[in-house]
C-alpha cells in the first residue's frame, strides 16, 4: 500500500479506536441512567431512591394481581426471581398487562417500599408464537414445570 | 488476489454501464419479495397468542429497521474508503444512500411508535435502543444536510465521509443496546445466526420481506447513483456522447 494511504489508514483507525473507547467509557460510567428502569433487586438493596420518580421494572408475579372492585385501584408484585417489589396503580393497565408478562413502571418508591406509579408500561419479549403453539406449551409446561429465567422480561 | 475488481469499482464510467444491466432487475426482484414478505406476514401469517394482530408490524418494522443500519454500516465503508483511497465513487454512494437510508430509520421509528401505543402503552420512551436508533437517523439527517449545504464539493465530500465514519461506533450500540442494559425493547426477534423467536410460517415472510427491502434499496441505491454519476461527470467525453445519442 502506499504509504500516504497507509498512514491515513492509520490516523482513521486510531481516531475510531480512540473515540470508541472514550464513548465506551462514558457510557459505563452513565449506566445507570441509561438504564431504563430499577430491578427489583437493585431496589431492595436500596440503589434505587426513595420519593423520586423512578421507573421500575420486572416480571408480574402469578397470583399478586389484586384489583379493587370499586375504583381503578389495582396492587400487584413484581419481580426478577431474587426480590420482589409490590406496586399500587389507579389507572388502565395496558392490554398486555398479565401475570406473568414483564412491565415497566413509572413513579415513585414509598418510605415503606411499596412503589406506587403514575404510569404502567408493558414489556414485551421477542418471542412470537400462534395461539395453538401456545397452548400446546401451557399443556407440556403442566407437565413439566420449567423454572423461568430472567431473561424473559 | 486480484485488485482489478476494485479499481473498476472506482470508475464512475464502469459502475455506470455495469448498474444500468442490473439496476431494473435488482428492484424488480426486490419489489416481488417485498410484496411476497409483506403480504404473506399481513395477511396469511398466523397471529400471535399475546398480541393479536398488532405484531404483523414486525414485517415492515424489522426489514427498515435492519436495513437502516445495514444502510449505515454501508455508508461508513465507503467513508473510509473515501478517506483513505480518495475513490470518487464513494462519495457518490455516500450521497446516494444516505437519504434511503434516513427513510429506512424513519419508517423502523414510526412504525415502532405505532407498535409501542398499543403493546406497550407508550408511543415513546427514552430507552437506550429508541435513543440510538433516533441518533442513527439524526446522523443520516447530518450527513445529507453536509452533501447539500456545503458549496465546495471536496469539503462536502470529506466532511460527509468523516461524519459517516464516525456515525459507525452507533451501530454496535444500536444492536447491543437491548442486551447491555434495561431497555423497554425487546432483544432482538430476527436474526440468521440465532435459532428463530418465531415458528417457520411467521419467520420465512419475514425473511423474504429483508431480502426483498434489500434488493429495493440496493436498486434504488443504483438508480440514484446513476443520476449522481452523470452529474458530476458532465464535463467527460463519455457522458457527453451519451447524452447527445440517448438524449438522456
Redesign the interface.
Known sequence: MHAI?KK??IT?AVI?FI??AA?GLV?YAL?QN????Y?PTQIASGEAPVNTTIRA?GMVVVGSVHRNSDTLDVTFDVTDFKHNVRIQYRGI????FREG?GI?AQGKLMNNGIFRAS?????????????????ALKEAQKKTTTKPST?DF | MSWIWFHKLGSPKWFYQWSSKWATAVFLIGLLATLIGVGWGLGFAPTDYQQGETYRIIYLHVPAAVLAESCYFSLGVAGFVYLVWQMKMAPIFIKSMAPIGAAMAAIALLSGAIWGKPTWGTWWVWDARLTSVLVLFILYMGIIALQNTLEDVTLANQAAAIVSVLGLINLPIIKYSVNWWNTLHQPASFSLTKKPTMPMDMWLPLLIAVIGFYCLVAGLAMWRMQSEILLRERRTQWVKEKVMNDGV
Open positions: 494511504r491515513r489508514l482513521i475510531l473515540l470508541s464513548l457510557m449506566q441509561i438504564n431504563l428502569f430491578s421494572g393497565l395496558p392490554d398486555l408478562q415497566v404510569q404502567v408500561l408493558a414489556k414485551h419479549d421477542e418471542k412470537y408464537m400462534p395461539p395453538e403453539v401456545s397452548d431473561s
